[in-house]
């Protein structure tokens, strides 16, 4: 059976640092393209960051680009690194596996295994 989780998060200081870990598992599962949306009160769930299978490609949403980082090892885990936090980026965030797509994708439908979310709360 597949499990995809997400660990890290809580309660970060804005211009602080936030560091979340993704694990998948199960059977013969080989996660490819991996990614982190997130969704905050009242509003729809969107696309922070997703790193190709072999870690070559990436994608990041515009509004973390240039302070984040996301990167994978070879044991499927996934690693998202925000810097200089803001309290917009407050929300549930959701580690996002594929099984059928390679390359880094912001778009929801590529991905079929989701972790259950973790709390990121940024105060300013």
């Known amino acids: 059976q597949v499990q995809v989780g997400e660990s890290g998060g809580g309660l970060v200081q804005a211009g602080g640092s936030l560091r979340l870990s993704c694990a998948a598992s199960?059977?013969?599962?080989?996660?490819?393209?991996m990614g982190w949306f997130r969704q905050a009160p009242g509003k729809e769930s969107e696309p922070v960051a997703a790193v190709s299978w072999h870690g070559s490609n990436t994608y990041y949403a515009d509004s973390v680009k240039g302070r984040t980082t996301i990167s994978r090892n070879n044991d499927n885990t996934m690693i998202l690194q925000i810097n200089s936090a803001k309290p917009q980026d407050t929300a549930i965030y959701y580690c996002a596996t594929s099984t059928t797509t390679v390359n880094a994708s912001y778009g929801s439908p590529t991905y079929d295994h989701w972790g259950q979310g973790v709390q990121v709360t940024v105060s300013s």
């Open positions: 199960g059977g013969s599962f080989t996660p490819l393209a």
